[in-house]
């Protein structure tokens, strides 16, 4: 199993431009998670989705758009990169009646 | 919105000392975790305790919490350099699908 994967790890982007993050999990999990983290800071719920079809906004949704096509992956968007957007994303997914997530290995991303 | 505070933000000691971390929060929560982050890499869940639980034991780790006090502790016994990582607390809200809200994090760094 490769767990929690992410795709692109590194990207740099101009302000104003687009770009999507894709997650993808092999664990057939209801539940996926994007976060952003921040320096010195802990993470911050952007979306979640408790299952195919489903999205709903976590603390900090504004300037993120998301969607879950299939069970096993989710994607986060940004329509028009911004500076304060630089930051490492990450995903996580869980099952449906467990608690503990499993997190992929982040997405670095710089707006400049 | 409601936050785990980590105490302390940094930690630095000699491998085979006890290292502990403490968490405090606001509102009532269905369970608490642990997790841990080496550098640059995502999370990786060590503990959950739930809300009528006061200690759990797994391998090194205990951690304990006293939801009176609105707080919990992750000690680490006998650490050792590659316990060196940030460590995040998070709270699981009732009534919140299982989303988690994490703290800032503890910086514990084990030296030779």
């Known amino acids: 199993n490769a767990g929690v994967t992410q795709t692109p790890k590194f990207r740099v982007l101009k302000t104003g431009q687009s770009m999507t993050l894709l997650c993808a999990q092999d664990?057939?999990?209801?539940?996926m998670y994007w976060y952003r983290q921040d320096p010195g800071m802990g993470l911050r719920l952007i979306h979640y989705?408790?299952?195919?079809?489903?999205?709903a906004k976590g603390e900090v949704p504004d300037g993120y758009n998301v969607s879950r096509l299939k069970k096993q992956n989710f994607l986060l968007g940004l329509e028009s990169a911004a500076p304060s957007q630089t930051s490492v994303y990450f995903c996580?997914?869980?099952?449906?009646?467990?608690?503990?997530?499993?997190f992929g290995p982040g997405t670095r991303l710089t707006v400049l | 919105s409601q936050q785990g505070e980590e105490d302390p933000q940094a930690l630095s000691i000699q491998e085979g000392e006890n290292a502990t971390m403490n968490c405090s929060y606001k509102t009532s929560i269905n369970n608490l975790q642990w997790y841990r982050q080496n550098s640059g890499r995502g999370l990786v869940h060590l503990i959950l305790?739930?809300?009528?639980?006061r200690e759990k034991h797994s391998g090194r780790l205990r951690v304990t919490l006293d939801t009176s006090k609105k707080s919990s502790s992750l000690l680490i016994t006998a650490s050792r350099a590659a316990d060196t990582a940030s460590y995040f607390c998070?709270?699981?809200?009732?009534?919140?699908?299982?989303?988690?809200?994490f703290g800032k994090g503890t910086k514990l760094s084990v030296k030779p």
């Open positions: 305790i739930r809300s009528n639980e």
């Open positions: 989705s408790v299952g195919e079809g489903t999205t």
């Open positions: 998070a709270t699981a809200p009732g009534g919140s699908q299982g989303n988690l809200i």
């Open positions: 996580a997914s869980r099952e449906l009646i467990v608690d503990t997530q499993y």
């Open positions: 664990m057939n999990h209801e539940y």
